[in-house]
């Protein structure tokens, strides 16, 4: 009587279904922690998203700032900048306001080199998230792997 199967009230072995609600356990368990792990995932990403947002303010404000310095005040002050060279090295204004111009670019590109470097160093914190979810995926490979066993 050891090996025989345990026939329920209607008249079906239950072995066959102890395995396959095994296995329908041992599926469900899985889809389970994997969802719990996406979530995971996701708020660690959220979470990184918001550090590296904290920390890329400073260099967006500066490229902001850069920006309406360029766009806003440039025109009126090497307006001025350049009739004044124009006026002091007796050249003709268009030449001093192309001199100047070009100077005002060179400016701007140099604050802009600086910030962009700034906003790229911001974003380190990813590199957490990326870490993390590199495990996560081990972790499902081997639990896959080994479900079988």
């Given at each position: 009587?050891?090996?025989?199967?345990?026939?329920?009230?209607?008249?079906?072995?239950?072995?066959?279904?102890?395995?396959?609600?095994?296995?329908?356990?041992?599926?469900g368990?899985?889809?389970?922690?994997?969802?719990?792990?996406?979530?995971?995932?996701?708020?660690?990403?959220?979470?990184?998203?918001?550090e590296?947002?904290?920390r890329?303010?400073?260099?967006?404000?500066?490229?902001a700032?850069?920006?309406?310095?360029?766009?806003?005040?440039?025109?009126?002050?090497?307006?001025?900048?350049?009739?004044?060279?124009?006026?002091?090295?007796?050249?003709?204004?268009?030449?001093a306001?192309?001199?100047?111009?070009?100077?005002?670019?060179?400016?701007?590109?140099?604050?802009?080199?600086?910030?962009?470097?700034?906003?790229?160093?911001?974003?380190?914190?990813?590199?957490?998230?990326?870490?993390?979810?590199?495990?996560?995926?081990?972790?499902?490979?081997?639990?896959?792997?080994?479900?079988?066993?």
């Open positions: 009587m050891a090996h025989q199967a345990v026939v329920n009230s209607n008249g079906i072995a239950s072995a066959s279904q102890d395995r396959s609600n095994g296995l329908m356990g041992d599926v368990s899985f889809g389970s922690d994997l969802a719990t792990l996406a979530s995971l995932q996701s708020k660690l990403a959220a979470a990184d998203a918001k590296s947002l904290q890329a303010t400073p260099a967006i404000a500066g490229l700032v850069a920006t309406l310095l360029a766009c806003a005040g440039t025109v009126a002050i090497l307006g001025g900048l350049g009739l004044w060279i124009a006026d002091a090295f007796s050249i003709k204004p268009y030449a306001l192309m001199l100047t111009g070009l100077g005002a670019l060179v400016l701007v590109a140099i604050l802009a080199a600086v910030c962009v470097r700034l906003l790229g160093s911001s974003f380190t914190t990813f590199r957490r998230s990326a870490e993390e979810l590199e495990r996560n995926i081990a972790w499902i490979k081997t639990t896959l792997t080994h479900s079988g066993r």
